[in-house]
């Protein structure tokens, strides 16, 4: 059985591309580029994975989102009620 360490790049038959987050005897966690991450039992899986000699894939960056337009509480409390 091939041994999978941590980084590594591989390639599985159903899910493509991915690179092993973490691997030991008896399990192994792929993040795969177009499915995301999946736990497998090693040895089940092992037929299924083919090293591959492809560069990780760039950490997306999470996006700076703009925040949203909040009322001050005073104007809130200023509002008159709905009667």
């Known amino acids: 059985m091939a041994n999978y360490s941590q980084g590594a790049q591989v390639e ?3 899910f493509g591309l991915g690179t092993v ?3 030991t005897d008896e399990r192994i966690v792929i993040r795969f580029d177009d499915h995301g991450e ?3 039992v090693t040895t089940m899986v092992a037929g299924s994975l083919k090293k591959s000699d492809r ?3 760039a950490e997306k960056r999470g996006g700076k989102r703009k925040a949203k ?3 001050p509480a005073a104007a809130i409390a200023a509002e008159p009620d709905a009667e």
């Open 55 to 57: 560069q990780p894939p």
């Open 21 to 23: 987050m973490a691997a």
């Open 12 to 14: 599985h038959n159903k």
């Open 38 to 40: 999946k736990k497998f």
């Open 69 to 71: 337009a909040v009322a």
